[in-house]
């Protein structure tokens, strides 16, 4: 069973940048992926990035590409996003996720969620 916790939301300027940890245990990622998902009020919500543990090999929604970094560190299981250049439709509760396919909206194990929010 795998615990996954999110943290590092907050305010922030459009333009300014922020980012978000999330960390995970319980169980292996090692044959998984793992993800950040965004819901905005009133939205859907909606695939952002995704990394794989093993490897490496990252994902990314259009709307983040060059923008938005996903990381991980296997020592410390922990997952990051860097988020860059954020714009006030950034503004959701984000969600880290696992194990997950990349761009589909499913998982078995979510995080509490954390707010971001752009606005000037």
């Known amino acids: 069973q795998l615990q996954v916790v999110e943290s590092g939301g907050g305010s922030v300027l459009p333009g300014g940048s922020l980012r978000l940890s999330c960390e995970v245990s319980?169980?292996?990622?090692?044959?998984?992926?793992i993800g950040w998902f965004r819901q905005a009020p009133g939205k859907e919500r909606e695939f952002v990035a995704a990394?794989?543990?093993?490897?490496?090999?990252?994902y990314y929604a259009d709307s983040v590409k060059g923008r938005f970094t996903i990381s991980r560190d296997v020592l410390k299981n922990t997952m990051y996003l860097q988020m860059n250049s954020l714009k006030p439709e950034d503004t959701a509760v984000y969600y880290c996720?696992?194990?997950?396919?990349?761009?589909?909206?499913?998982?078995?194990?979510w995080g509490q969620g954390t707010q971001v929010t752009v606005s000037s």
């Open positions: 990394i794989r543990w093993s490897g490496g090999f990252s």
């Open positions: 996720a696992a194990p997950i396919t990349p761009w589909v909206v499913a998982a078995e194990y």
């Open positions: 319980g169980s292996s990622l090692d044959y998984y992926a």
